[in-house]
Structure formats: C-alpha cells, structure tokens
C-alpha cells in the first residue's frame, strides 16, 4: 500500500476506503465516496470557522504559529522589515520576487500616479455625516470606486487586472487619508507625486497651510514598517472574505471593500482601536492585576492577546514593540506603553494565559505606537486596511489564476425540520422568543 494514504474504515458498514495524503492533507471530495447506500450523499467534514480545512494552496504568505515564523514569499518578516520599502514589499507579494531598481522605480512611479480620485469620488466623500467613523467611509468609497472603473469587471484579463491593482494600491491612502479630514473637519489635501508612499499619506493626513509637507523621518520610516508588517498574513478572516466574494468573479473594488469590512470587525484589525480603549479602561498600571481578574472571571478579553494561528509571540508585535522605541525617541513615551507591559509581564506568567498560549499580537502595541504617531484610535484599522491591500489583491491574483478554485460555496448540516403541513394564519400561534 501507498505510503502517502491514508486508511478509513467506515465501522457504519465496515466498508474500507484509502484516500491518498498529499501535504499532510487530505482531500475533503475524496470522503464522498463513503456512503451507507446509494441514497447516501456521502461523508461531509463539520468545520466552523476553518479550524482544521485549508482553502486553497497558496505560495504567498508561511506562518508558523508554533515558532513564531512569518515570511513573505520565503523571506523573513524581520529582513523585510529591516532592509525594503512597503512598495518593495507590496511587489514581492504580488509578483513573488524582490524588484530590480529599474522594476521598482517604474513600481513606484505607476503607483505615484494613481494616488489621485475623481472629483465625484471626493464629492460622494463629502455627503458622509460629519461623525462618520473613517472605516466605514473607507469600505462604502473603495466598494464606490467599483461604479468609477467598470472595466474591473473583465477579471479574466490580466492586463486589466493590473491597472485595478495599480490603482487600489495608489488610492487606498488618500481615500483613508480623505475619511480622516472629514471626520475632523479639515480640507481635503491632494497627493504630492515628490513623496514616498507614507509620507505622501502623512501629507494627506496632516498638512495644514505649510506649502510643502515635510515628514519626520522616524515616523514616516516607522510608518512604512508597521505597513510592511501588516501586508499580508495568509487565510486569515479578511483575506478569506477577499477570495470568497473573488470566487464569484466580481470586480476587485467590491471584493476590497468585503475584505475591507471582514476587517473592520473587533476580533480582527478593529482589535487595535480596542486595546486603546482597554487601556484606558485599566487607567494605570496597578489596576492591571483587577483588569486581568476580570478577564480571567470570563468578563471580556484581553484585546490584542491570543491568535488562532501564532500559539507563540506573534513576530510582527516583537518588531513593532522594537520600532515603537525609535518612534518614543523622537515623540516622546506614551504613557500607555506601561500599561501594556505590565499587562504582557503578568500575563505572560499567568497561568491563565500560559495554558491557552495567549500571547501579545500585533495589535497590541501597533495602537500605542499609533496613537504616539499623532493617529485617532478611529484611524487605525484604516492604517491597517492600506497595506492589507497588497496582500488582498495578491491573494486575489493567486485565487483568479488556480485552475482549481470555483466559487465558494460551503456545505451545512441541516438541522431544521422536515417538510411540514402549511399553517393558515388564523390558526398560527405566537412565536416565543
Ligand atoms: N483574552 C482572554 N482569553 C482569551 C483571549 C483573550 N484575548 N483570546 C482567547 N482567549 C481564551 C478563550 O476564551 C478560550 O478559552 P476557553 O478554552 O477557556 O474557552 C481560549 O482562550 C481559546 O480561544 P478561542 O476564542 O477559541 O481562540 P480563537 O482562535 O477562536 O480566537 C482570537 C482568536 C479571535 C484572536 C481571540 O484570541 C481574541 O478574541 N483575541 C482578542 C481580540 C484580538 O486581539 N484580535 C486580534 C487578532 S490579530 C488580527 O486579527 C490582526
């Protein structure tokens, strides 16, 4: 027999079956053949929320939740972090090696000018209530630019592909920028081509009547790491939401704007808006112990602990902890950083946390480091999103080109009842709830 198998014997009739192993995985059509009878469907596996089933083969993104290992297309977070720009990055994701220097100008330059909306983009912006959290503005005007490009449509052709990522990339930031003035009631401010990536953004974000911004090098560097830092992470929930609307061959615009929303969620990227929150809630350092009581009495998480995939300290929040130093040097120490380590000291002896293998994720010093920057908590799970498009949109370009991906379309187990005899309405009683 086959070494690479595996041996089920179905104990319902006794019936043995070998399906082959490939990757350590087997194929979840390979159970189907496993029925009592020929009226059996055949076997099915019970999921939720994809603990244990892969959705694709993927050559993007590795993580070893175990060790703590996260690379980019076989490189390393922490030689990413340390030697490239976020663009160099967003290249290799999609393209799947580093840039030459001639690549990475034209890279560079086609991104520089892309950065620009339509004037109705800016409008529809406009018509957002002064409150408007920037999150929401960022999902509804990336999901708005799919009435703008309806070429985007045409996901078969590769060179139009292109163009769409071109433009994501280029315009995800000043539609974040844009959200962040309109919630605080400044001007608009337009792109400026002789800046990079994040210092362009930091224009956009803070120029006032200066009549050229000029970024400070630590945080505009610190800004780009932290976006190198948060480009891609494999199947996670927003990127599954990515192929999952994807799958269906609608336009990138839309299905950026889905991924964008799965990521919104407190659970996933608005988890860093929720550990300033948390923080603030604890108000010093030795009201951590009762916080952490809490927690531990099943009153609410403790945000921006604990990962489905890293079961060890999340690599990304060891760089940003790292970056964050660089960045207190020159803005001075938040005081909420000891809170938090305090927070990590215990929790990281805490019995509690040790057996459920709850460590520090990226999230929990990226808002510390955030909000030293000069950003409102509102802003931070946009300051995700922008890099997060990258990856997306190479997770997207992956899903297009795999012969074997078809629209996703998960099985259930029905647990309702059988067909049953129509009830006239005089005759209905009142559901309970
Ligand atoms: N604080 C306290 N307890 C926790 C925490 C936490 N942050 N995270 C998990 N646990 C506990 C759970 O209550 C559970 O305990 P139990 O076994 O006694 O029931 C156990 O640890 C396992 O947790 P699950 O919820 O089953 O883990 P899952 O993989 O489903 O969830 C998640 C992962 C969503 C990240 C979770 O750890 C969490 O909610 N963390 C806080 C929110 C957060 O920081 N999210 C950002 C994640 S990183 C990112 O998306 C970029």
Same mark, same amino acid.
């Given at each position: ?12 009739? +006794? ?28 076997? #099915? ?13 993927? +050559? ?41 220097? !001639?690549?990475?100008? =034209? ?36 999901? @708005?630019? +799919? ?10 052709? &590769? ?52 009549? !050229? ?6 945080? @505009? ?25 994807? +799958? ?38 030795? !009201?951590?112990?009762?916080? #952490? ?21 999340? &690599? ?19 005081? !909420? ?31 510390? #480091?955030? =909000? ?32 074997? =991906? ?5 099985? =259930? ?21």
């Amino acid at each position: 027999m086959a070494e690479n198998t595996l041996t089920i014997t179905d104990n319902r009739t +006794s019936k043995t079956y070998t399906v082959p192993v490939e990757n350590g995985t087997i194929r979840a059509m390979d159970l189907r053949q496993i029925k009592t009878g020929p009226e059996d469907f055949g076997l #099915m596996t019970y999921d939720p929320a994809f603990l244990n089933t892969a959705s694709c083969q993927s +050559s993007i993104t590795f993580i070893d939740g175990d060790k703590g290992i996260l690379r980019y297309r076989g490189y390393p977070i922490e030689v990413l972090a340390e030697h490239c720009t976020f663009l160099e990055v967003a290249y290799l994701l999609l393209f799947g090696e580093l840039p030459t220097e !001639k690549e990475l100008k =034209q890279w560079v330059y086609d991104i520089t000018h892309h950065t620009m909306l339509h004037e109705t983009t800016k409008k529809f912006m406009e018509g957002f209530r002064y409150s408007a959290h920037p999150m929401s503005m960022f999902v509804s005007t990336i999901a @708005a630019l +799919s009435s703008v490009y309806p070429e985007a449509k045409q996901v078969h052709d &590769p060179a139009n592909r292109m163009h769409q990522i071109v433009r994501l990339i280029g315009k995800v930031p000043s539609i974040a920028a844009m959200s962040y003035r309109h919630n605080v009631g400044f001007p608009y401010v337009y792109p400026d081509n002789d800046l990079s990536y994040t210092e362009n953004f930091m224009n956009m974000l803070w120029k006032m009547v200066e009549p !050229k911004y000029v970024a400070q090098p630590a945080i @505009a560097r610190a800004l780009d790491i932290l976006f190198i830092l948060h480009a891609d992470h494999e199947q996670n929930c927003s990127t599954n939401a990515m192929r999952s609307v994807g +799958s269906s061959q609608t336009d990138p615009y839309l299905a950026v704007a889905s991924a964008a929303s799965a990521l919104a969620g407190p659970l996933h990227g608005g988890a860093n808006e929720e550990v300033l929150k948390m923080l603030d809630e604890i108000g010093s350092k030795e !009201k951590v112990w009762e916080y #952490m009581k809490k927690v531990k009495d099943g009153h609410g998480k403790l945000m921006g602990f604990g990962h489905r995939i890293y079961k060890n300290y999340d &690599p990304r929040a060891k760089i940003i902890k790292w970056s964050a130093e660089q960045v207190f040097e020159v803005t001075g120490r938040n005081p !909420k950083l000891e809170i938090a380590l305090e927070l990590e000291r215990i929790a990281l002896q805490d019995d509690y946390f040790v057996k459920r293998k709850l460590y520090p994720n990226v999230d929990f010093y990226s808002g510390i #480091m955030y =909000q030293a920057m000069g950003f409102r908590p509102e802003m931070f799970t946009v300051l995700f999103a922008i890099p997060r498009t990258a990856g997306w949109l190479s997770q997207w370009q992956e899903l297009i080109a795999d012969p074997e =991906q078809k629209i996703a379309r998960p099985r =259930q187990i029905y647990t309702g009842h059988d067909v049953r005899e129509f009830v006239p309405i005089e005759k209905r009683s009142a559901v309970t709830v």
